[in-house]
Nanobody, 112 residues
Framework: QVRLVESGGGLVQPGGSLRLSCAAS????????MGWFRQAPGKGREMVAT???????DYANPVKGRFTISRDNAKNTLYLQMNSLKPEDTALYFC??????WGQGTQVTVSS
């Protein structure tokens, strides 16, 4: 059974940083595409960043240059380093593993 567990969310001031982690189990992590999605209140779920099995990352335009997605296949863990956070980054962040597995989400709130 595939299990994805996110951590690292919290409350941060504008301009601050957070690092999200997603620990995966129950599958061969290294061969799976992974990603981060987010959902703000009243809005649909949107892609933030994805990463291929060999480490190629892709980003949504609003986070390019501020967020970095990475993976450690030896630890079965996905990361999202978020810098220069803005209030509009406030959302519930979900870990995704291809094709269709999801974590339970971790809340990120950017506010002064």
């Amino acid at each position: 059974q595939v299990r994805l567990v996110e951590s690292g969310g919290g409350l941060v001031q504008p301009g601050g940083s957070l690092r999200l982690s997603c620990a995966a189990s129950g599958t061969i992590f290294s061969i799976k595409p992974m990603g981060w999605f987010r959902q703000a209140p009243g809005k649909g779920r949107e892609m933030v960043a994805t990463i291929t099995s060999n480490g190629y990352g892709d980003y949504a335009n609003p986070v390019k240059g501020r967020f970095t997605i990475s993976r450690d296949n030896a630890k079965n863990t996905l990361y999202l380093q978020m810098n220069s956070l803005k209030p509009e980054d406030t959302a519930l962040y979900f870990c995704w593993m291809g094709p269709s597995w999801w974590g339970q989400g971790t809340q990120v709130t950017v506010s002064s």
